[in-house]
């Protein structure tokens, strides 16, 4: 009897209390628990030298209690007139979204690479003409990496400002340019996981401060600003990110590089067995692999396919998700206003794309039961 019986969709890898004790010894001697502690400033400096060492650019990091903070508040870092046009892609997480919404702006949502899945430079710079954005949230798409010297090209010769949402894609997406913010996730689900919260990663010492400043409800900490510390500069929010998170992202930094090499072999050793059973049927996002995949995704040719694996899976309790669908704009009309420009290439990616059970713990079993549900609907739906 194989031990296939419920493969969970995700389980979270997060460091356990043998690992954290340390630094909550730390916690213990220090009793600072939030407001830029030490340990939000350790992790600060190690996230930052890992950006910089990457691409030898001055780099600097700001925590947020999530990503959807750090999208919010590096949009809302832009300066840019209530109500401006951000362009989205259709095809990513809702919290790209609402980012833009509660930023005070308008969504322009539109289409994608039909090999990639991702919002390209090349997409934007057609829909910026037809819908005069004024900024660009850029998808890492499933940890899938963008160019930033592609945008900071794009910045450079439209005035457009681009943000990186790589929520999924610590490890991946670095930044070779300095006048783009990144925002990454460190949430449970993500590869480097503090349970919840998130980090800006840009090379403007003022739009760091801007946004540590909007994370701690908009109050002045810079003692040369030209009204008192203390005072408020904006109308901010409460974002910081604890000291008991920093905690668990320093202890999950320490053992990342293992982490990210065991998901990498599994998502890899996974492909190749689906590959190998089904072939062309399948349809992968191309490109490079991420350095640590947190999901497993794949297009399975039709939506009858889909619709036959996720109730096989579900009689078996293997877990799917149709990761980032709805698409924004089938979202979108219950929330805010939006634009929805033509997005034909994500409609027919959501079409037939089906999330599989995947985590740093799927054992080689466990693959092949699942692989076996993808296989029989495959060969059996033309
Ligand atoms: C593309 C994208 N953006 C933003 C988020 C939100 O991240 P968080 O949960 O840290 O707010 C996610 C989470 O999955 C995501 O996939």
């Not at 590869?191 to 403007?204: I, R």
Request: net charge negative.
């Amino acid at each position: 009897m194989q031990n296939t019986a419920g493969i969970p969709l995700l389980t979270p890898q997060l460091p356990d209390r043998v690992a954290l004790q340390p630094y909550l010894e730390r916690i213990d001697l220090s009793r600072h628990y939030s407001n830029f502690g030490p340990l939000v400033g350790e992790l600060e400096t190690r996230l930052a030298s890992n950006f910089t060492a990457r691409n030898n650019l001055p780099l600097q990091v700001v925590t947020v209690s999530s990503a959807t903070a750090g999208l919010e508040l590096a949009l809302t870092s832009l300066d840019l007139p209530p109500g401006s046009r951000v362009l989205v892609p259709a095809l990513t997480f809702v919290a790209s979204l609402t980012a833009i919404l509660r930023a005070g702006h308008l969504p322009v949502i539109c289409d994608i690479d039909p090999h990639s899945w991702l919002l390209t430079p090349e997409i934007a710079e057609a829909c910026i003409a037809s819908s005069d954005a004024k900024a660009i949230i850029a998808v890492a798409t499933f940890g899938q990496a963008q160019d930033t010297s592609h945008w900071h090209a794009l910045q450079q010769k439209t005035g457009v400002k681009v943000v990186i949402d790589a929520a999924a894609a610590y490890g991946s997406q670095w930044l070779d340019t300095t006048n783009i913010p990144i925002v990454f996730s460190m949430h449970a689900t993500k590869s480097l996981a503090a349970g919840e919260g998130g980090f800006v990663v840009t090379g403007n010492s003022e739009q760091r401060q801007m946004i540590k400043e909007l994370s701690n409800f908009g109050i002045n900490l810079n003692p040369d600003a030209q009204h008192p510390v203390g005072h408020l500069s904006y109308a901010g929010t409460n974002a910081k990110l604890s000291e008991y998170h920093a905690a668990v992202a320093l202890a999950s930094l320490d053992t990342w590089q293992q982490q990210a090499d065991a998901r990498q072999a599994i998502y890899h050793r996974y492909q190749h067995l689906l590959q190998s059973l089904c072939g062309e049927s399948l349809i992968w996002q191309r490109g490079p692999l991420p350095a640590a995949p947190t999901t497993f995704s794949v297009r399975v040719g039709s939506d009858a396919r889909r619709i036959k694996l996720e109730q096989l899976c579900a009689v078996q309790g293997i877990g799917t998700r149709r990761w980032y669908q709805p698409l924004l704009h089938q979202h979108a009309a219950k929330v805010g206003p939006i634009m929805h420009l033509p997005t034909p290439v994500a409609e027919s990616v959501s079409a037939d794309l089906i999330g599989l059970p995947f985590s740093p713990f799927l054992q080689d079993e466990q693959m092949r039961a699942v692989a076996a549900n993808v296989q029989a609907v495959v060969s059996e739906i033309a």
